[in-house]
């Protein structure tokens, strides 16, 4: 009876250690959520100036191909570029996009085609060595201070593999955010661009030449959208990852309180049994 008492008190005492740990890091995670949270919200604007200028621009191009908007003539090779975190305990906000990348895999080499991947975060990194899937660059521990730098090179290398045959297309995935408890798993595809359609055109001047001017204009559009898909990523990792210790704190919360029933309850039959002890020792000497 007392080492289940003992036991008992043991698993109240680590779930209450285990608590404050969780506690700590839904405090860490809520500041760095709320961090992200502005930037990216503010970065939003900026990036759909920029989106729609690029449009306006390529709503006045004249009737030349360009591989960059009408693709190679034939996909034999697709490039992935893949956003997960550095650290777990954020409930299933890996998991659910590794499970995408995985089908997007699946799906092109059943069509015949070559998949390599470029991942962001360390458990994207991990993911694809433990599957012997091909990775072509791999960038962790993004702050802040270096995401639009580390933006700017992953967009240029993708523009270079891309116009050099290297990649035929490419693909996002990532996790857009929408609130503090929600978030999507976003797949666009980078290249080729896609045209937009019924936009107003208007007449520019392209110098020193069309081909020239897009592809220096090309990879600084990829750029902003590598760095706000990197801080929308980064907000709903911050995010999943408060909205999981708070569910563990919960959880601890309740395992403590029907651990403490359980205890009490031991104690009490304890005592009883120990009552009962005395009241029988007790008749015995009369």
Do not use: W
Not at 101 to 119: N, P, Q
Not at 142 to 157: A, N
């Amino acid at each position: 009876m007392g080492a289940n008492m003992k036991e008992i008190k043991e698993r109240i005492d680590s779930i209450k250690n285990t608590s404050q740990i969780t506690n700590a890091m839904n405090i860490v995670s809520s500041t760095k959520f709320k961090k992200f949270q502005v930037l990216t919200l503010k970065s939003r604007k900026y990036a759909e100036a920029i989106d729609l200028a690029f449009d306006n621009l390529v709503a006045s191009l004249k009737g030349n191909r360009f591989v960059i908007f009408d693709g190679k003539r034939e996909v034999k090779k697709v490039g992935i570029v893949v956003m997960t975190s550095d650290r777990g305990l954020c409930g299933s906000f890996n998991s659910v996009t590794l499970r995408k990348l995985d089908e997007m895999i699946k799906k092109f080499k059943k069509e015949g085609k070559e998949v390599s991947v470029v991942t962001i975060g360390k458990k994207a990194k991990d993911y694809c060595k433990n599957r012997e899937i091909q990775v072509d660059s791999e960038y962790v521990q993004l702050i802040p201070e270096t995401m639009f730098e580390k933006g700017k090179k992953i967009s240029e290398d993708i523009t270079q593999f891309y116009l050099n045959d290297f990649y035929d297309e490419v693909y996002l995935i990532y996790s857009k955010f929408v609130s503090a408890i929600e978030y999507n798993i976003q797949i666009e595809k980078l290249l080729p661009i896609e045209k937009k359609e019924n936009l107003p055109t208007k007449e520019y001047v392209f110098e020193p030449s069309e081909d020239q001017v897009l592809t220096a204009f090309i990879p600084k559009v990829l750029n902003i959208k590598l760095y706000q898909s990197l801080l929308e990523n980064s907000a709903s990792e911050h995010s999943a990852r408060m909205s999981a210790m708070k569910q563990a704190n919960d959880n601890a919360a309740d395992m403590v309180k029907r651990l403490t029933v359980d205890y009490n309850r031991e104690r009490q039959t304890m005592i009883t049994q120990e009552l009962t002890e005395i009241v029988s020792g007790s008749q015995a000497l009369k």
